[in-house]
């Protein structure tokens, strides 16, 4: 069996732009621009980078809540993309998401018994007072009380519904979880109780994340691989302790230099970033980050540099940049 639990191969995510009386197609937003990468098993994943780069849209088109509009996806083994039926009603119960907001990720009109128990009707399992005892125990793991079973969802503060937002992706015991921005909603004070969670119930239920979030700090605290991702490709892709003390994309280097706690003590990055983010409608030519960065060539606006590794020093050290790779100057 492989190592890896997830492999993502030239995944796209396009979005019809329509228009007129007859809604004609005039165009696409290309959220997702033909991604490739791989999670191994028991490992966390971060996906980092700024708002509106496609972070989100990658994490719902994985788990297939958005179709992919092309690629590949292999889960633990199987076609995933291809899966139909019971067959997808299996995978899918091995892959589940923590979303954002915990206040409109549970329904207000169930309790917090009737939400957990949900994905035990869906699946078919287990007989009623099963389901309860197992919801209670899923409370207590996740730092609730089995009395809370019977609340609201507004009875709770917005850490303790994410608290019910995890018990619910873990209810069935799933190899994968995507976290979409778990942490950002919440108070500082509450972030970091969260994060501890995650950890803890990462090595008790040998669980694999791909972990979202706009967060370095965040990212660095959790994650052994992270994955920098920019207008709807990802243009570095490293191992934690690599990436953030020697970042090889100017726009890596540009995110840690915005944030002085994490280059402090380490490579220390002048450059800043200028611009704004293109329009995934219309993405610049070649490397998308060119139009933004102060070390652009002639050959970045011209074709599309290729992620991979440039150094054979460098272990697993992944790049799309024209710095790190050849290219003949064009006629």
């Avoid at 979005?15 to 990468?37: N, T």
């Avoid at 937002?165 to 919440?186: G, H, N, Q, Y």
């Amino acid at each position: 069996m492989t190592d890896n639990l997830l492999e993502i191969k030239n995944l796209k995510k396009y979005f019809p732009i329509k228009k007129g009386l007859l809604l004609r197609e005039v165009g696409q937003v290309k959220a997702v621009d033909d991604i490739s990468f791989s999670i191994r098993r028991g490992e966390t994943l971060g996906l980092v980078g700024e708002s509106g780069c496609g972070k989100s849209t990658l994490g719902r088109a994985i788990i297939r809540l958005y179709e992919p509009t092309a690629g590949e996806i292999q889960f633990n083994g199987a076609d995933f993309l291809r899966a139909k039926g019971s067959n997808l009603r299996k995978i899918r119960k091995d892959i589940q998401m923590i979303f954002q907001d915990p206040y409109a990720s549970l329904d207000p009109r169930m309790t917090v018994g009737q939400v957990l128990t949900q994905p035990f009707e869906i699946h078919g399992l287990l007989n009623s007072q099963q389901r309860l005892d197992r919801v209670k125990d899923l409370l207590q793991i996740v730092g609730l009380k089995a009395s809370h079973v019977n609340r609201y969802p507004h009875e709770f503060s917005g850490g303790q519904r994410q608290r019910i937002s995890i018990a619910r992706a873990i209810a069935l015991e799933p190899k994968l979880i995507i976290a979409d921005e778990p942490v950002s909603a919440l108070d500082v004070s509450i972030q970091a109780q969260i994060l501890n969670l995650l950890k803890d119930l990462q090595q008790k239920l040998k669980l694999t994340y791909l972990f979202i979030s706009h967060d370095l700090s965040v990212i660095e605290h959790l994650c052994d691989r992270v994955a920098v991702m920019y207008l709807g490709k990802i243009v570095e892709l490293a191992p934690r302790e690599q990436l953030f003390s020697n970042p090889e994309h100017p726009y890596t280097q540009a995110l840690l230099a915005a944030i002085p706690r994490v280059a402090e003590g380490k490579k220390q990055i002048k450059k800043s970033l200028a611009g704004e983010v293109p329009s995934p409608i219309n993405p610049p030519p070649g490397c998308t980050f060119h139009p933004r960065c102060a070390k652009k060539m002639d050959v970045c606006g011209l074709k599309i540099p290729d992620l991979k590794n440039h150094s054979a020093m460098t272990h697993d050290h992944r790049t799309a940049c024209w710095l790190y790779q050849p290219h003949e100057k064009e006629s």
